[in-house]
């Protein structure tokens, strides 16, 4: 079965630090993983993708690590900031027959405290 | 560009009520899509289309019916609501061909209630 795995569910840091955020998946045929911000009473908006040959990628304070073998990919945060609050949602794509098919982890909620 | 644009932004319903959510993008998409979103349960597709006049069902789609007879719009529509449809509701889009990496592009999203 298709999965993703989110840890942790939750995570209160204080402004400045830097935290980790884990994403087991999974997923078959694998064709990229995305990590998604999503504000409170907003939609997700997407922060990077990595695709099965990428190992790191980085979109300012944020970076993305993926270990195809271990199935497992990471987002850092660097020197958070107030503006990182948010949920961070892990999405795994699957393409059959050429079709897309999204399987998204249920997110870790970040609060980001001064 | 807008994006992809949801209304209402809430709406309360007593059951067995209907109503339509409604979803329009401007970046002509091909793909458009609704997923329900509820606490500690990643998104959930309700319904997809992957262009005017195709529609086919996600993983959830009981009690939910959709349309799209243009590109743009793709509207939701509740037939008899019940309180288990209390969620936050996600119109979703992203572009067909070449230009399609797999990006969906979220609407800000609908809030029901079903009491």
């Known amino acids: 079965k298709n999965q993703v795995e989110q840890s942790p569910q939750s995570l209160i840091i204080l402004e400045g630090k830097n935290c980790t955020l884990q994403c087991n998946y999974t997923v078959s045929p694998f064709s990229n993983l995305r990590w998604y911000k999503q504000d409170t009473g907003r939609g997700p908006v997407s922060l990077t993708i990595m695709t099965f040959s990428e190992n790191t990628k980085s979109n300012g304070r944020y970076t993305a690590t993926l270990d195809a073998d271990t199935k497992q990919s990471s987002l850092h945060i660097t020197a958070s900031q107030l503006s990182d609050s948010a949920s961070y949602i892990c999405?795994?794509?699957?393409?059959?027959?050429?079709?897309?098919?999204?399987?998204f982890g249920t997110g870790t909620r970040l609060k980001v405290l001064a | 560009n807008a994006g992809v644009t949801q209304t209402p932004k809430f709406q309360v319903l007593k059951t067995g009520q209907s109503m339509t959510l409604q979803c329009a993008q401007d970046m002509n998409h091909e793909y458009m899509s609704w997923y329900r979103q509820d606490p500690g349960m990643g998104l959930r597709l309700i319904h997809y289309?992957?262009?005017?006049?195709?529609?086919d069902q996600g993983e959830v789609p009981n009690g939910y019916n959709v349309s799209r007879s243009t590109t743009e719009d793709f509207p939701l529509r509740l037939l008899s609501a019940a309180p288990s449809q209390t969620s936050v509701y996600f119109c979703?889009?992203?572009?067909?061909?070449?230009?399609?990496?797999?990006?969906?592009?979220f609407g800000e999203g609908s809030r029901l209630t079903v009491l």
């Open positions: 979703a889009s992203r572009p067909g061909g070449s230009a399609n990496t797999g990006e969906l592009f």
């Open positions: 999405v795994v794509s699957a393409i059959t027959s050429g079709t897309y098919k999204y399987i």
């Open positions: 289309s992957v262009g005017a006049g195709i529609t």
